[in-house]
């Protein structure tokens, strides 16, 4: 009777074990059962492959998740633009800050080898080969994967107006986009942003302190009508006003004519303006591509589970492209918790996405505002309005009731609550006087 000992790799509890048994012709005993750390000389496990497509932040998270949680899957991190990681929120601080890229990066280059991440920069994937589980990139290059979790973003709207656009209309996405603004922004030129949503207002901003003569052209008959109540909303006008920006409310862009010397923008209500350079900061489309030619479900997003699996068991996806409950969020913290998720369960993982409350950080003009949840400005019945602090018109807070239950808060010039407000929406909670 031969007594024989092996060793196992549980990939769920990622833990070494060993087990002895007898092997009595048929039947496999095992008596004995240990955990501990691989055997000397014991062959490794097959690592599992993990290839991340697309190095912005849900890319990151989920290559970090999945190194978190597996030791030793290999894990490969495939960047289109041709730089490492950074932080995409604060592009247009590269236009009056004159940030560089290097304050933006969210992970020194160390950090990848450290964390045995392969780092591929400006490298675009071109297809996927499901059956084979294959990527293939623009260049040539073929890589295997295990789990593929797809993290390619999205890119900015552009109006079916300015199909055929020359170098006078931009949009911004990325570090090359803003590099080329700040380029053509040198010394004052006249710039129209098109979109008065937080992006817009942020761009307008900081293109202003860049010295440039700024207009802003909004749809809406009022400034972040979805993130604040009609009162600030006036009062982010008026500091947009004050700051030297003219503000066209209620119209949109109708035509557009770019010539060699400038560029002029028809607005619905019949006024021309001209301009040196327009951007267009109208909404965000997912970059589904990828998933769609290999038939995975998409709609307006890659379809994705509560575990950030797509309709392909082996291809999760996060952030800007995903779409989960039907909702593509376009925010950071959400892409980022998106990817947590995706890594994670990429090597054997569980876990779920749960939706976050959406929320909104501004800081320009000389405004500081954080809103959460719903801003409730003519209470019904069932609903309050519960104001934090000394209402006055440069600083306030409030909390929105329904049936005594917080959903939603807006502070103004005040940081002070956010953290207590976010819990109180968040957790749907009651309000007590004690905050
Ligand atoms: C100027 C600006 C300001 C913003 N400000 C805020 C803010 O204040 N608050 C907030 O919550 N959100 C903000 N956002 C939105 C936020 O940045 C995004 O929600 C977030 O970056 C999404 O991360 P992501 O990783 O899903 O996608 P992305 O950051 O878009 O990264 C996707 C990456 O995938 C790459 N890629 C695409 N296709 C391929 C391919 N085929 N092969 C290889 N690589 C590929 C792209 O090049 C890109 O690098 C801002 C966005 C911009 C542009």
Known sequence: MLIKKKWVYDLKKRQWYTFSFINLKLSIYIFN???????????????????????????????????????????????????????????????????????????????????????????????????????????????????????TGAINYLPPIVKDHGPRVATLRNIEDATEIRLACLGANRVIVVGGGLLGLEAAFSLKQYGNKVSVVEL??????????EKTSLQIQNAVIQSGIDLFLGESVTAIDESDSSITVTLASG??????????????RANTLLAKNIGLATNKGIIVNDFMQTSDPNI???????????????????????????????????????????RTVFNSFGINLFSIGEIISMPKDNEQIVILEENSESSFGQLYLRNGKAVGALLFNTTKLVGKVTKLVENNSPFTSEL
């Open 33 to 151: 059962l240990e955990r501990g750390k691989r055997a000397p000389g014991a062959p490794l496990r097959m690592s599992k492959k993990i290839i991340v497509v697309g190095g912005g932040v849900a890319g990151l998270a989920a290559a970090e998740a999945a190194r978190k949680n597996d030791e030793l899957a290999e894990i490969t991190l495939i960047c289109g633009e041709s730089v490492p990681p950074y932080n995409r929120t604060q592009l247009s601080h590269i236009f009056h800050e004159n940030k560089t890229l290097d304050k933006l990066l969210l992970k020194p280059l160390h950090w990848f080898s450290d964390n045995k991440i392969q780092l591929k920069m400006g490298e675009l994937v071109k297809e996927i080969l499901p059956e084979k589980k294959q990527l293939v990139t623009l260049t040539g290059s073929i890589y295997t994967y295990d789990v593929l979790i797809l993290a």
């Open 271 to 284: 006024k021309k303006l001209t301009s040196d350079l327009v951007l267009f900061s109208i909404g965000i």
């Open 316 to 358: 999760f996806a996060c952030g800007d492209c995903a779409e989960a409950s039907g909702v593509i969020y376009g925010l950071w913290a959400i892409a980022q918790k998106q990817g947590t998720v995706a890594g994670t369960n990429a090597v054997g993982g569980q876990n779920k996405f749960v939706p976050w409350i959406p």
């Open 220 to 229: 809406a008959p009022t400034l972040l009508p979805k993130q604040t109540n």
